[in-house]
């Protein structure tokens, strides 16, 4: 099976910077195209942005500008970086590992993605 475990969560003041890793262990990590998600209480779980297969990096509209994604397939680690951070980036943030999303395309739906982390929080102060 492929695990995903996030970490580099926590608590930030609103204006500041945090980056998020997601190591996975099994399976074939480039065979992967990869997505972050997040959940507020009370909301269902929102896309955040993707990373292929070959690289190519997609975001939510309202983040675009603000979160970066990136991966380093050496290290089987994806990473998601976030700036300018505003309360209603709190958040439980997810990574997700999908193998039938097709080659070259990503998934802004949860259930198109066949792995899941166990989430880290990431809580942003006023």
């Known amino acids: 099976q492929v695990r995903l475990v996030e970490s580099g969560g926590g608590l930030v003041q609103a204006g500041g910077s945090l980056r998020l890793s997601c190591a996975a262990s099994?399976?074939?990590?480039?065979?992967?195209?990869m997505g972050w998600f997040r959940q507020a209480p009370g909301k269902e779980r929102e896309f955040v942005g993707a990373?292929?297969?070959?690289?190519?990096?997609y975001y939510a509209d309202s983040l675009k500008g603000r979160f970066a994604i990136s991966r380093d397939n050496a290290k089987n680690t994806v990473y998601l970086q976030m700036n300018s951070l505003n309360p209603e980036d709190t958040a439980v943030y997810y990574c997700?590992?999908?193998?039938?999303?097709?080659?070259?395309?990503?998934?802004?739906?949860?259930?198109?993605?066949?792995?899941w982390g166990q989430g880290t929080q990431v809580t942003v102060s006023s």
């Open positions: 099994g399976g074939t990590f480039t065979s992967y195209s």
């Open positions: 990373i292929t297969q070959s690289g190519h990096t």
């Open positions: 997700a590992a999908g193998f039938s999303i097709l080659p070259g395309s990503y998934s802004q739906k949860a259930y198109e993605y066949d792995y």
